[in-house]
């Protein structure tokens, strides 16, 4: 399958991105209960794979989230996405969600994870704006000087923390 329109792996299959699925009980709909890695490729090659690989390993860890494919297993899906895509430069959405679960977010109750690659074309800004350039704004709206971090969080202060 080489084609100019988007493509998904979904554990283990190719197809077009447009007939993948997930089910309405997947907790990743349901609860955000995933993880995943955007990753341009370049000349037919993921750009820093090992890299993308190793945070979503990462992200999945913080979640207690198994991914069910080691890295090179994942690096020949990618590779056979890409492939499959048949656009040497785009970009990829590796995605891996619980899976199905009951209503309820205790995960012990989701079957094996899924994981999906999809490629697709990557356009940060339509080509007319490409070609022409476009106009700067300046907004009057002024960022407000935060004592904290971030609203609600609370740093340690030295030697009570």
Not at 70 to 93: H, I, M, S
Not at 94 to 109: F, K, M, Q
Request: aromatic share 6%; hydrophobic share 35%; net charge neutral.
């Amino acid at each position: 399958m080489h084609t100019n329109q988007a493509v998904c792996w979904k554990n283990g299959i190719v197809m077009p991105a447009a007939d993948a699925s997930v089910s309405v009980l997947d907790h990743g709909l349901l609860y955000g209960d995933g993880v995943f890695e955007g990753i341009r490729f370049y000349r037919g090659r993921a750009f820093l794979l090992r890299e993308h690989l190793e945070r979503l390993r990462d992200s999945a860890c913080a979640i207690a989230l198994d991914i069910p494919y080691n890295d090179t297993e994942l690096t020949k899906a990618v590779q056979q996405t890409v492939a499959a895509f048949g656009v040497p430069e785009g970009y990829l959405r590796l995605i891996v969600t619980r899976d199905i679960g009951s209503l309820g977010i205790d995960p012990r109750h989701c079957a094996q994870p899924t994981v999906l690659i999809i490629a697709d074309h990557l356009q940060m800004v339509p080509e007319q704006q490409r070609r022409s350039g476009a106009r700067r704004a300046r907004s009057a709206h002024q960022k407000p000087e935060l004592s904290e971090p971030y609203p609600g969080t609370y740093r340690s202060e030295p030697g009570r923390g």
